[in-house]
């Protein structure tokens, strides 16, 4: 578990481990999706966390393959807009997943996050 | 994956052959006629939505019927985690619209008739669940939009259905077939009915046994043979056809888009008829509709309130006096309003119940008590609105003189606040307040769902005041 500032180059530590064990062919190529809440808090837009992800991912050219939340899944991130954390990691398999975790609203209106790691993260 | 996308919801209304009647005219084409073309688009975006991976946790769920990922517009309700989920779709696509997207009605009017016909089965006998479970699997396998069918004319309201003058005030049955019923009657104030694939029929009230031939649910398609629509006039309706800046909300319009249905001897297949006389379930029948239907007001209506909070909200800082203590005071009224009408809908679901069908049912007291505040409180947060916005709300020019090449230019310099924001952004966002906050979608919130006496029979009825008053003497020495 981490307490650092949402910023960009957070969101690509979760892939490191994995992509590293794609050099050693563990992992030819990192299958990464995205499961939502349901973003009914308009306060936080989770497309744009989405697309920060993907970008973070082919700057530091980590060697992943975005597909859609399925059985080929390997690492899902779970995206949360407010603390009742309404994306949850049921029926994702043996995927690893990293949570993007709202833990509440700071003095400025801000969100208060982290990104919190899965038990199984390899 | 049973999901229409939004054009395929489009194209899908192109094919129905319905007469539906504008102002003297028929339209032919409801998809692109410019006073139905709004609407179109408020229902298509709850298609555009459920495709959406980021809004497809709360617009779709898994059908207990099919085990397939639906619409959420189409699903029963299976816990009280999915009246929640319906309540935050609601307010989320509300705040994408700013009008009403009209699918809650037919979503209300199955789940209401899930409940009442296994029920009326239990007690009678009777196969309408059976036949209601068909029904449902096909609306849900096609993803059809639903309009839900209550309110009749009612003619002199004093009287029962069996009482009026004229028997076809209330919708009520001609003949019965062999294969069939014919019905005849009318609907009135149908919302989302120009741009519905279904009209699933309930009563309108209780009945007695006199009333016998108008306790009557079912379901037919949009178009069929005897179906008359008559398209209703809304404010400032004329718009539509002036430009896109007047209409403050050009894309999705204002409210739903209602029609006067008449029913022309219409013929119903037994296969879709779900209550034909069995007039004890009437009463039962509406007060499941109607709760689940007020539980929605405090969804849809707080969205509709985020807009007209950051219209007002951008609207005060474009005149400069964003910072002003009373503008700050009105705005935090606004939020606080939104906010309650929301949290007794969360309320009333996450106390909601299971029924012995296996559906929920939101928590009835609490459901209504949200909606009689929706009559109140957004009632305030539009006259806040007003307040903050001035006076230039009902005095601004028009969009044609505002591109006019020689009084344009004397709007932008005359209209122009002094701040960053420009004449034209101004009267952008006091359309849209205007649009929001004046005629229709007042009239709307007042009676949507019913008028507010409707509710406070409920509340009255739920309220337990015998309990209360043993309360109350208890606590000051009274001896029972």
């Known amino acids: 578990m981490r307490n650092e500032a949402p910023r960009l180059t957070y969101y690509i530590r979760p892939l490191a481990r994995p992509a590293r064990r794609s050099l050693r062919g563990t992992f030819p190529i990192m299958k990464v999706s995205f499961r939502y809440c349901g973003s009914c808090n308009p306060q936080l837009d989770l497309a744009q966390i989405e697309e920060g992800v993907r970008q973070e991912a082919k700057v530091a050219g980590e060697d992943v393959f975005f597909i859609p939340l399925g059985s080929e899944t390997e690492l899902c991130f779970l995206l949360n807009a407010c603390p009742v954390g309404c994306a949850d990691d049921q029926d994702l398999g043996s995927a690893a997943v990293k949570r993007l975790v709202i833990r509440g609203w700071k003095s400025d209106g801000q969100p208060d996050w982290i990104w919190e790691e899965g038990e199984d993260l390899p | ?7 395929e919801y489009r194209d899908s209304l192109k094919k129905l052959r319905r007469t539906i009647y504008f102002m003297g005219s028929r339209i032919e084409d409801v998809v692109n006629h410019p006073a139905t073309r709004p609407h179109v688009n408020a229902a298509a975006m709850t298609y555009e939505m459920a495709l959406d991976p980021q809004f497809e946790p709360l617009c779709t769920a898994t059908s207990h019927l099919s085990g397939n990922r639906i619409s959420r517009f189409t699903h029963i309700h299976q816990s009280t985690e999915d009246l929640v989920k319906k309540v935050k779709m609601l307010r989320l696509i509300a ?12 979503f209300d009017a199955l789940n209401a008739l899930f409940g009442i016909t296994y029920e009326t089965d239990q007690k009678l006998g009777t196969k309408y669940h059976e036949r209601f479970l068909q029904y449902l699997s096909y609306v849900q396998e096609k993803d059809l939009m639903c309009t ?12 029962a259905p069996s009482q009026q003058k004229d028997p076809d005030l209330y919708l009520h049955l001609v003949e019965k077939r062999k294969e069939g019923i014919v019905v005849r009657g009318a609907k009135a104030h149908q919302t989302g009915a120009v741009n519905s694939h279904e009209v699933i029929v309930m009563p309108t009230a209780a009945m007695g046994e006199a009333d016998q031939a108008y306790a009557l649910a079912f379901a037919i398609p949009a178009d069929a043979p005897g179906l008359l629509y008559i398209f209703g006039r809304q404010t400032n309706d004329s718009r539509k056809w002036e430009g896109e800046i007047d209409q403050g909300n050009a894309r999705f319009g204002t409210v739903g888009g209602e029609a006067l249905v008449v029913f022309q001897d219409v013929f119903v297949p037994w296969e879709r008829v779900f209550l034909c006389g069995e007039y004890d379930f009437a009463g039962p029948l509406v007060d499941r509709f109607a709760s689940y239907h007020r539980q929605n007001y405090g969804a849809c209506k707080a969205g509709n309130c985020d807009i007209i909070i950051g219209a007002a ?17 009105k705005l935090g009224e606004m ?9 007794g809908a969360i309320a009333c679901s996450s106390e909601g119940h299971k029924t012995p069908s296996g559906a929920y049912f939101v928590h009835p007291l609490l459901a209504n008590t949200t ?3 929706v009559t109140r409180f957004y009632y305030e947060v539009c006259r806040l609105a007003q307040d903050i916005a001035g ?4 005095t601004m020019p028009s969009e044609q003189d505002l591109r006019d090449p ?26 849209l307040i205007e649009n929001m906050t004046c005629g229709a979608p007042l009239v709307e919130v007042m009676h949507g769902a019913g008028s507010p006496q409707a509710m406070k029979i409920i509340l009255l009825r739920q309220a337990g005041l015998e309990q209360k008053m043993k309360l109350a003497r208890r606590l000051c020495g009274i001896e029972e």
């Open chain 2, 148 to 159: 839900g069918a209550m309110t009749d004319p009612k003619g002199a309201r004093h009287l």
């Open chain 2, 95 to 106: 705040q994408r619209t700013g009008s009403c997207f009209q699918r809650c009605v037919g």
């Open chain 2, 406 to 431: 020689e009084i344009g230019p004397l709007i932008k310099k005359y209209l122009c606040p002094g701040t960053e924001a420009s004449a034209e952004e101004r009267i952008r966002l006091g359309r």
């Open chain 2, 391 to 394: 006076g230039l709300l009902a």
């Open chain 2, 371 to 373: 909606k009689l505040n």
């Open chain 2, 1 to 7: 994956m049973s999901l229409m996308t939004a054009e």
């Open chain 2, 313 to 329: 909200s951008a609207i005060a800082f474009a005149h400069g006096v964003a910072g002003a203590s009373h503008i700050r005071e």
């Open chain 2, 335 to 343: 939020v606080h309003l939104s906010e309650t009408l929301y949290s």
